[in-house]
């Protein structure tokens, strides 16, 4: 039988509230907070526990505290990424971030899409979907990326929007939900 933490990494249905994962993500509180406790002068650096707890940090990836996460394991940041303040990645999920991706303030990431059925749901029962964000994106502040979605190379997300489906490459998208803008011609 497959352990919670086997069946989250599956993309099955599991339980948030099993003690492995609430272990696992007690040891992510620590990285964190050490990361955001740093001194001033070095706020670009990544604390070591947070970046030992990733799973892989590019040359010049730079976060800004505070920075929050649920695991930290799922998390893969490229070369020269940059996160600015207040950026939350509950990465249930593994959590892709390309090279040269920036992401404004309050930027938000969940990969945990909990069940429609009450009781499960209130027994903790959630499914993990990854989120990849690719190259040289911008992720303008206050903005919700969901369980599931790909924002493609060069994308922009424009501050406050909701990401609930792919984001081709190229593409800016804006509002809640995050759709297409359009081009006004003159």
Known sequence: MSTEREKMAAGEWYSCMDGELDILRRRARGAVHQHNTMPPDERGA???????????VGEGAFLEAPFHC???????????VYLNAGCT????????????????????IYCAEHHLDPVPRAQGIEIAKPVAIGRDVWIGGGAILLAGVTVGDGAIVGAGSVVTRDVAAGVTVVGNPARPLKRISD
Request: hydrophobic share 50%.
């Open 70 to 80: 649920a695991y930290g394991f799922n998390i893969a940041l490229g070369k020269n």
């Open 46 to 56: 990544i604390a070591p526990l947070l970046r030992a707890l990733f799973n892989s």
């Open 89 to 108: 990645i509950l990465d249930s999920a593994k959590v892709t971030i390309g090279d040269g991706a920036m992401l404004g303030p309050a930027v938000q």
